[in-house]
């Protein structure tokens, strides 16, 4: 069933409700013989009517409870994503930062294999020029052969000058043998250095490939992280604004019952009221009677008293519930005392019919008075820690036929 749907059904029971509560309203004010109508037969209308919005406010109930949950679901997965991309962020900027100083590493690197080649265009030059002008000389000391000898030694002034002359030439052609085999050593280095700073260019490259490579698997990741997110951000707002139609729905129905309730309870104390000559005990089940509080601080039985530090007897339960919170009448019945004694404070007694009377202790406040009609659930006082007590609790008591009885017997 669609919210939608629901709220048609809902506007229809309100309508219906607000219409037995005006009528009724209208009866009580202008004491018409409809007022006499509205007794049984209103009273079991009203119930099946509350019934209705009690379960239809439970069904909405489970259902906000689902959204509830799912919404913590996808808030889980939404948060995870997000810390996801946080993280990815981190990891690209990272790579970013990695690229540029790679890209840095390779303009330098470019710049030292542009100079190196230029290097190396000299040293070749040079090189050939040292080969041409050594080849020249053994070209020419080939051609002159012995004569080149005989020359010299015709126009050396000694045997010692020509000796002299000799050893010059051979040096000479020792000098350019060495000097071509420096300058092809440079060239070689030179080479190896180039081809050094070429593979280094080639792993880096591969190297910047490879980040970039990874910089778009980051960012197509992160785009799909942030189309995810997109979509369970726009799940998440639809989910909540689901719970607050679901949470309007309930504050409605809890409107709607509580106006039944009131209109119930109103009827249940003038008919008590018309019958106050003959209360009896159906053998219904009590309500809490301190509603919203369930926890025990002392249960029914015998017990070390917490004051006076014997083993007692405890004639009944404590509800622990703080200070000026409602206490509710368990079933319906007269009051027969509302009063104030050292030992229980401020306390309610209420005759329920056929010897069972429940007792309220300890309030702070008491709002009935002896000889009123109370009915089932109806606030009679509020929560205390008047006469001998430790701290705010309601002290409830249930006696059957002259004894104290455990209140777990009746309580629903």
């Known amino acids: 069933m669609s919210i939608n749907k ?7 029971l309100k309508y219906s409700i607000c219409s037995i509560l005006l009528v009724f309203a209208m009866a009580v004010s202008l004491q018409s013989p409809v ?21 239809n406010q439970k069904a909405i109930q489970g259902k906000l409870s689902q959204v509830k949950q799912m919404l913590k679901e996808v808030q889980n997965i939404k948060s995870e994503l997000d810390k996801a991309m946080v993280e990815a962020d981190a ?73 002299n002359t000799a050893e010059f030439v051979n040096k000479i052609s020792k000098y350019d043998k060495e000097m071509l085999n420096s300058y092809m050593d440079t060239v070689k280095d030179i080479e190896e250095k180039e081809q050094k700073l070429l593979e ?32 369970y951000t726009a799940d998440i707002n639809n989910k909540e604004a689901a719970i607050q139609e679901y949470e309007a729905y309930i504050a409605e129905q809890k409107a709607v019952v509580e106006a039944l309730e ?24 009590f309500a809490w009677p301190a509603p919203k509080y369930v926890r025990i601080s002392d249960e029914y039985g015998n017990r070390t008293h917490p004051i006076l530090g014997t083993q007692q007897f405890h004639n009944g339960i404590d ?11 368990a079933y319906d ?29 300890h309030a702070s406040a008491l709002e009935v008075s002896k000889g009123q ?29 002259g004894s104290y009885v455990s209140p777990w017997k009746f309580i629903s």
Do not use: C
Not at 333 to 361: F, K, R
């Open 91 to 163: 990891k690209l900027e990272d790579l970013n930062d990695s690229i540029e100083i790679l890209n840095a590493d390779i303009i330098e690197l470019e710049d030292n294999i542009a100079t190196t080649q230029a290097e190396l265009v000299v040293a070749k030059s040079v090189k050939e020029k040292q080969y041409y002008t050594m080849k020249k000389r053994i070209q020419y000391m080939y051609e002159k052969g012995n004569k080149s000898y005989i020359e010299l030694l015709f126009t050396s002034g000694s045997f010692s000058d020509f000796l």
């Open 200 to 231: 280094e260019e080639t792993r880096l490259k591969e190297k910047q490939s490879d980040l970039n490579a990874q910089q778009d698997e980051v960012e197509n990741e992160m785009e799909e992280k942030q189309d995810a997110i997109n979509m």
């Open 333 to 361: 019945g007269e009051v027969v005392a509302a009063d104030y004694s050292a030992t229980m404070g401020n306390y309610v007694m209420i005759n329920h019919g056929d010897g069972l009377i429940t007792i309220y202790m």
């Open 373 to 401: 009609m109370v009915v089932r659930g109806e606030e009679i006082a509020k929560v205390g820690s008047t006469g001998r007590s430790t701290g705010n609790h309601l002290h409830f008591s249930v006696r059957e036929n």
């Open 35 to 55: 007022f006499a109508a509205l007794t049984n037969d209103f009273i079991e209308e009203s119930e099946g009517k509350k019934k209705e919005a009690e379960e």
């Open 262 to 285: 009131a209109a119930i309870l109103a009827e249940k104390k003038r008919l008590a009221e018309e019958n106050k000559s003959s209360v009896t005990y159906d053998g219904g089940k």
């Open 6 to 12: 629901r709220k048609g059904k809902k506007g229809s």
């Open 319 to 329: 509800l622990a519930a703080p200070g000026g919170s409602p206490i509710l009448a």
